[in-house]
């Protein structure tokens, strides 16, 4: 089956330390997102990218990072710079970058938890 | 700019009750319209679309129109079951890469 996975559903990190959220998609779409979700929000844009080895800053870049060294995959840092970095992060995907009539895709999900 | 308005939530319904959440827009370009639900602790999934004016977007009995001179896309359902309890997203796409930006969201509950 067609779809994105994120792995883990769940993370635990201490304050200080950086983690890393996996985003992978077999729906051969080139463009990925990342988002991050507070509880009774909607959804803020961290990360775009709209080709390979290509990735620009959305609404909410700072205290995080990622890279976009396959078509499928889009990991996404949160660093020890972001100060307050429980959420849900969502990933999604879509197949083009410029079309705006293009759905955009989810993932599960991952709850980062900061201890 | 871009922005997205819901009604606030949460909102209380009967099951085989008529439900309306309304969604009004700002765009500074045409853009394109959506709707997604989120089950608790899940992502996000499309309900429906719309992509130019008057056109009707449906899908499992809900419904929405592109209404262009209101800048309005609510969402409708004729008669809610306990299983669309979930929260619910309106969403527009808009700019040369597609980004979209989401309202607050509506969490919607169903009773017996």
């Known amino acids: 089956d067609g779809g994105i996975t994120q792995s883990p559903k769940y993370l635990f990190r201490k304050e200080g330390q950086n983690v890393t959220l996996s985003c992978e998609q077999n729906l051969n779409h080139d463009a990925m997102y990342w988002y991050r979700q507070d509880p009774g929000q909607g959804l803020r844009l961290i990360y775009y990218s709209q080709i390979v080895n290509d990735f620009q800053k959305g609404d909410i870049a700072e205290g995080y990072s990622v890279s976009r060294e396959k078509k499928e995959s889009f990991p996404l840092t949160v660093t020890s710079a972001q100060k307050n970095p429980t959420a849900f992060y969502l990933c999604?995907?879509?197949?083009?970058?410029?079309?705006?009539?293009?759905?955009?895709?989810f993932g599960p999900g991952t709850r980062l938890t900061v201890l | 700019g871009n922005s997205v308005t819901q009604m606030e939530g949460p909102v209380t319904l009967s099951e085989e009750a008529f439900l309306t959440i309304n969604c009004t827009y700002t765009a500074t370009g045409y853009p394109s319209l959506f709707w997604y639900v989120q089950y608790p602790g899940e992502g996000l999934q499309l309900l429906l679309k719309a992509t130019k004016a008057d056109d009707k977007g449906s899908n499992k009995g809900f419904e929405a129109t592109y209404r262009k001179e209101t800048t309005s896309f609510h969402l409708e359902k004729g008669s809610v079951q306990v299983s669309d309890s979930a929260v619910y997203f309106c969403?527009?796409?808009?700019?040369?890469?597609?980004?979209?930006?989401f309202g607050s969201g509506t969490k919607l509950n169903v009773k017996p």
């Open positions: 999604a995907s879509s197949p083009r970058g410029g079309r705006i009539t293009d759905t955009q895709y």
């Open positions: 969403a527009l796409s808009e700019g040369n890469f597609n980004k979209f930006y």
